[in-house]
Nanobody, 123 residues
Framework: QVQVVESGGGLVQPGGSLRLSCAAS????????MGWYRQAPGKQRELVAAITSSGSTDYGDSVKGRFTMSRDNAKNTAYLQMNSLKPEDTAVYYC?????????????????WGQGTQVTVSS
């Protein structure tokens, strides 16, 4: 089994910063891409940032220049540094990981999601 757990959410004032973490654990053989998504009340889930196993990143238009995604492959962990936060960044932030997991004498590839962490930007 593979688990993905997000942490680091909370309440922050506009203009402030937060750093989210996403840790994958379990029977992991390798992790390919990892991604951060968010979903605000009444809205569809949207891509915030994604990172490949080699460290190439991609960002949603609304967060470019403010958010930075990174990963530590040795720790199976990804991070999302969020700066210059705005009230419209308020959402539940979800992490996913594209994982090749050990299954008996083989591996099986799936995308695993965390439960999400709440980020609220408000004065």
């Amino acid at each position: 089994q593979v688990q993905v757990v997000e942490s680091g959410g909370g309440l922050v004032q506009p203009g402030g910063s937060l750093r989210l973490s996403c840790a994958a654990s379990g029977s992991i053989f390798s992790i390919y891409g990892m991604g951060w998504y968010r979903q605000a009340p009444g809205k569809q889930r949207e891509l915030v940032a994604a990172i490949t196993s080699s460290g190439s990143t991609d960002y949603g238009d609304s967060v470019k220049g403010r958010f930075t995604m990174s990963r530590d492959n040795a720790k199976n962990t990804a991070y999302l540094q969020m700066n210059s936060l705005k009230p419209e960044d308020t959402a539940v932030y979800y992490c996913n990981a594209d994982v090749s997991a050990r299954k008996m004498h083989t591996t099986e590839r799936n995308v695993y999601w965390g439960q999400g962490t709440q980020v609220t930007v408000s004065s």
